[in-house]
C-alpha cells in the first residue's frame, strides 16, 4: 500500500472564502483523483490530476470552482473556491498504484 | 454506464453476530475490477480488497469474507463474529479495465452493538 497525507484535516470556513487542501503521496504516481463526499451520501469524482496537464473534470464540476494543481508527480491540491454552506463535504484524494486506489484521511470541511 | 447499488442502507447487529453485505453491479465490460472500503468515524477510506472480474475464486481474510457470483453481478461481503470496531460505512467500487475511476455504490452504515 502507499501513505497519501492530506492536510488539513478539518476546517470551518467562512462564506465566500477559498480553501486550499493538500495531498501528498509517499511514492510517485501518475494519475490522483479528487473525491467530494457530501453529508450521509457516497463518494463523487470531482475530476482527475495528471502530472504537467489540465485537471479532467467530471460533469457537474467546473475549474473555476474547484480549481486544481498537479505540480510533480507526488502532489497535488484542491481548492475550493467562494465557498457556500452547499460546499459542506468530506473532500478525498485519491492514488493508484496497479489496480489498487488508496486515499487520503480526507478532509471535513464546514462551510458557515 | 456502470452502476453500483448497495440496496442495505443501515444494518445494525449485536456484537457477535454474523453479517453480509450485499453489493450488485451493472456493467457491459468483460474486464473489470470490484472493490470494497470501510469509512470509520473518522472519515478516512481504508482499502479492503480488490476483485479482478475473470476471478471468481472466493477469498477469506480472518473475520472477512467475499463472494463474488459474476452470474448474478454481486460482489458481497461477508463479517463473520462481529465486534464494534466493524462499526462503519462500507462502500462498494467498481472500475472498468480501460477507466481510472471509481464507481462506488450508496454505502451501507454497519453499527454493531456491544
Known amino acids: 500500500s502507499a501513505v497519501i497525507s492530506q492536510k488539513p484535516s478539518r476546517d470551518i470556513c467562512q462564506r465566500g472564502t477559498s480553501l486550499t487542501i493538500q495531498c501528498q503521496v509517499d511514492s510517485q504516481v501518475t494519475m490522483m483523483f479528487w473525491y467530494r463526499q457530501q453529508p450521509g451520501q457516497s463518494l463523487t469524482l470531482i475530476a482527475t490530476a495528471n502530472q504537467g496537464s489540465e485537471a479532467t473534470y467530471e460533469s457537474g464540476f467546473v475549474i473555476d470552482k474547484f480549481p486544481i494543481s498537479r505540480p510533480n508527480l507526488t502532489f497535488s491540491t484542491l481548492t475550493v473556491s467562494n465557498m457556500s454552506p452547499e460546499d459542506s463535504s468530506i473532500y478525498l484524494c485519491s492514488a493508484q498504484w496497479g489496480t489498487e486506489a488508496f486515499f487520503g484521511q480526507g478532509t471535513r470541511l464546514t462551510v458557515v | 454506464a456502470q452502476k453500483v447499488t448497495q440496496a442495505q442502507t443501515e444494518i445494525s447487529v449485536v456484537e457477535k453476530e454474523d453479517v453480509t453485505l450485499d453489493c450488485v453491479y451493472e456493467?457491459?465490460?468483460?474486464?473489470?475490477?470490484l472493490f470494497w472500503y470501510k469509512q470509520p468515524p473518522s472519515g478516512e477510506l481504508v482499502f479492503l480488497i480488490r476483485r479482478n472480474s475473470f476471478d471468481e475464486q472466493n477469498e477469506i481474510s480472518g473475520r472477512y469474507s467475499w463472494n463474488f457470483q459474476k452470474s448474478t453481478s454481486s460482489f458481497n461481503f461477508t463479517i463473520t463474529a462481529s465486534q464494534v470496531v466493524d462499526s462503519a460505512v462500507y462502500f462498494c467500487a467498481f472500475r472498468g479495465a480501460g477507466a481510472q475511476k471509481l464507481v462506488f455504490g450508496q454505502g451501507t452504515r454497519l453499527t454493531i452493538n456491544p
Open positions: 456493467t457491459r465490460d468483460t474486464t473489470y475490477y
